[in-house]
């Protein structure tokens, strides 16, 4: 038997561009009224062809999430080094089994910083060219909820017998990853893409939900 939630791992797509959030506000390269010409819905940079499902020109941070623009993303992370985005990539706990106690988990696949070609750092900011399971990437969003902390994930919370408890789980933090502020602002951005962009479809009246859409190709 196999759990697909711990023991596939596929590209994870617009999901994965939190981590793109978490990096720029951290180191300061990123504000919510940055703005970037999203080149009407077709870009070309070193050989890469990037499409948006609709034509965009000027958007904002804030609408680039709402509205999951792989365009817009690209020219944020022309302002990052690699380093930076591989860092953030690696201290969300991605490309590492999660350590849960039970077989068969798979670790993704997240290449080495020294095999990353000239346009690696945009197909990994929008989700491609890596591959992740949902827990991790359940994990990466459980950092923005919990104010900046990764946390090993928890699947049994305790075993009892007859009344007696013979094992209990408690939350145990691995390490800081972000800011409470930086988690803050993501939370912002996540909450206008349910309430307003592409998420529309998630939102309940009487509900605050933070959210985001994603899709990915699959080979």
Not at 28 to 39: A, I, P, Q, S, V
Not at 46 to 69: F, P, W
Not at 113 to 133: C, M
């Amino acid at each position: 038997q196999r759990n697909k939630v711990f023991s596939d791992a596929y590209a994870p797509g617009s999901t994965f561009k939190i981590i793109t959030l978490a990096a720029g506000f951290e180191e300061g390269l990123l504000r919510h009224d940055n703005t970037y010409f999203c080149e009407n819905g077709s870009y070309r940079f070193h050989g890469l062809n990037l499409r948006d499902t609709e034509s965009h020109k000027e958007l904002t941070v804030r609408e680039i999430i709402m509205k999951s623009s792989n365009i817009g993303i690209a020219k944020m992370v022309q302002e990052f080094s690699p380093e930076i985005i591989y860092n953030y990539v690696r201290k969300f706990g991605f490309g590492e089994k999660t350590g849960i106690l039970i077989e068969g988990e798979a670790e993704g696949k997240l290449h080495p910083l020294n095999n990353w070609s000239r346009v690696s750092n945009i197909y990994v900011a929008i989700g491609q060219e890596l591959t992740a399971t949902t827990l991790q990437t359940a994990m990466a969003y459980s950092v923005i909820a919990n104010g900046g902390y990764l946390l090993k994930p928890i699947l049994t919370k305790s075993i009892s017998s007859r009344g007696e408890i013979l094992f209990q789980n408690k939350p145990e933090v691995v390490r800081r990853v972000i800011s409470r502020d930086t988690a803050d602002k993501i939370i912002s951005l996540l909450v206008d893409v349910v309430k307003e962009g592409s998420g529309y479809k998630a939102n309940i009246p009487g509900y605050l939900i933070a959210g985001k859409t994603g899709t990915s190709e699959t080979f």
